[in-house]
């Protein structure tokens, strides 16, 4: 009797540890997997992508993400491209100047609680149309392009506050929009904040170099 109390304590206690390394592990590997499809596509590379009968079947039983990539909506900036990734892997969230609303935040929130992506990835990119409109901006732009410029405006005004010299003001300003995206993210979403508290999911920024095609990280704080 007590043996088998002393095994099942044990079993417990490496359950316990392995389901925690396994959680704290997770979004390191999807970080990984990027990094790996990334390199792929810079050196032209990329794997064969899934096709045919068997490979929609299996996708129509369902999905499993393992990450979330918080991209802009321009045409050079693919997430599933640049990542080399097949379908169903990366649930991809785009608007121009990757901004994020009540509607984007939800949808980040359904990828992480109900699909249980483990990483949330804001991407950022050179030569960001948006935010150039936004260093351009004067007076009252358009009410729905002016709903984006607003969103990006601080991070260009702390990118011009913060500005080395040499430095390049739409580089600093897509930056400092990253890091203002991934604070939003975790100061308006409770259920992004409560995962990322108990390990869940890890919340980290990125840059896209379109004419190298590298993906760096983007430290957030
Ligand atoms: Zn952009």
């Given amino acids: 009797m007590k043996t088998s109390v002393r095994l099942l304590s044990l079993l417990t206690l490496f359950v316990i540890l392995t389901g925690f390394v396994y959680a704290e592990n997770i979004p390191d590997q999807g970080t990984a997997s990027l990094q790996e499809g990334n390199s792929r596509y810079i050196s032209g ?3 064969k992508k899934g096709s045919g009968d068997e490979f929609r079947t299996e996708l129509a039983k369902g999905q499993h993400p393992f990450a979330v990539i918080v991209a ?3 045409s050079r900036v693919a ?3 640049i990542f080399d990734q097949d379908l169903g892997k990366i649930f991809v969230v785009r608007t121009a100047g990757n901004v994020v609303d009540p509607i984007a935040l939800g949808s980040i929130e359904y ?7 483990p990483l949330v990835v804001v991407l950022g ?3 960001c149309g948006a935010v150039k409109a936004t260093i351009e901006s004067k007076g009252e732009p358009e009410v729905n392009i002016g709903a984006i410029v607003k969103k990006i405006m601080p ?3 702390r990118a011009k506050a913060s500005l080395k010299e040499g430095e390049d003001l739409t580089y600093r300003s897509v930056v400092e929009n990253v890091k203002g995206v991934a604070e939003t993210i975790r100061k308006k979403s409770t259920i992004i904040a409560r995962e990322m508290h108990e390990g869940k999911v890890k919340l980290i920024g990125a840059y896209y170099s379109i004419s190298t095609g590298k993906v760096e990280a983007v430290a957030l704080k």
């Fill in 45 to 47: 590379q990329t794997l």
């Fill in 79 to 81: 997430p599933e491209i």
């Fill in 111 to 117: 990828a992480v609680e109900h699909l249980h992506a």
């Fill in 125 to 127: 990119h050179e030569s």
């Fill in 155 to 157: 991070a260009v005004k």
């Fill in 72 to 74: 802009c909506s321009d």
